[in-house]
């Protein structure tokens, strides 16, 4: 019995001289880590309201255990939170896939190469591109086109989703208003008349045909009214017996060209002679006329 009050008695003065000698006792932390990848990378890195400094991928250390709430921004994605809990010396990942708050415009025009403004800002792009990163809403796009009218279509982007535009541009018929001159491929003169409102009001046009070893020049015309339907027409032309198709392409507000389908003549008047029901045909001839 005495042996064993002298053990307890030591214990217990081991026990008081410790805590005399040891004003405080620090406990190991308890601490774990987050490893965070984002597509794409490069995110800024948030914790717990916390700006960490960090971008994607790396890692977050000597976080404590519990409950922790990692965010992800990065420019022209929404921001991404996330809900981790830890356990102590635990490495957690995070791998976040990144939404786009943007969408992207396809713009295409006839004919090409119109000039591309997004809500009335000039872009300096031209049909057909692509216009990316665009915010969600609804937007305006205007192409301009020297000859053409300007056309403005609005059009709804969506993330993460391409919107299309296609537009034909419509011609400034005014511009090709006045006289036209010029000549054929057979050097015998070509003439039409155009109104402010785009209609070839008058038009004439020399060929010569050739028949028994004589060449005789006729002149086709039409009194027909056509409204230009864009940069091109065509338009039936004949004279007495003879008959032939014009066509153009105005190149600019100045300068016009084309051809003609195969003359085709039912009678002849040629030195002198008359003579009804001979059919002549002739290939096709290029003209090209300059407003006066």
């Not at 295409?108 to 119109?114: E, K, Q």
């Not at 216009?131 to 937007?139: D, G, T, V, Y």
């Amino acid at each position: 019995m005495k042996k064993l009050f002298a053990i307890v008695s030591l214990i217990l003065s081991i026990t008081i001289c410790s805590c005399d000698k040891e004003e405080s006792i620090t406990q190991p932390s308890s601490t774990a880590s987050i490893f965070v990848t984002s597509t794409p990378s490069g995110a800024s890195i948030t914790c717990d309201n916390v700006v960490t400094g960090k971008v994607t991928p790396d890692t977050i250390k000597g976080i404590s255990e519990g409950e922790h709430i990692v965010k992800l921004a990065l420019q022209n994605y929404a921001d991404t939170v996330v809900s981790v809990t830890l356990i102590k010396d635990q490495v957690v990942t995070i791998s976040a896939v990144l939404k786009s708050v943007y969408g992207s415009i396809f713009v295409t025009s006839t004919p090409s190469g119109a000039s591309i403004s997004l809500d009335n800002v000039a872009t300096g792009k031209v049909t057909p591109y692509t216009l990316e990163n665009i915010p969600e809403a609804i937007h305006s796009v205007t192409l301009t086109f020297q000859g053409y009218a300007d056309t403005t279509m609005p059009i709804t982007v969506t993330k993460n989703q391409v919107s299309n535009v296609s537009i034909t541009l419509r011609v400034i018929l005014s511009q090709y208003a006045g006289v036209w001159k010029g000549k054929t491929s057979q050097n015998l003169p070509v003439y039409f008349h155009i109104t402010s409102s785009g209609i070839i009001d008058s038009i004439s046009m020399g060929f010569r045909v050739s028949m028994a070893g004589s060449s005789c020049t006729y002149t086709t015309t039409s009194d027909s009214l056509l409204l230009i339907p864009g940069n091109s027409f065509s338009i039936p032309i004949s004279g007495g017996m003879a008959y032939t198709t014009l066509r153009g392409t105005f190149s600019s507000a100045s300068v016009v060209a084309g051809t003609t389908d195969d003359f085709s003549v039912n009678g002849l008047y040629c030195t002198g002679v008359f003579v009804i029901g001979t059919s002549v045909s002739q290939g096709s001839k290029t003209w090209q006329a300059t407003k006066q």
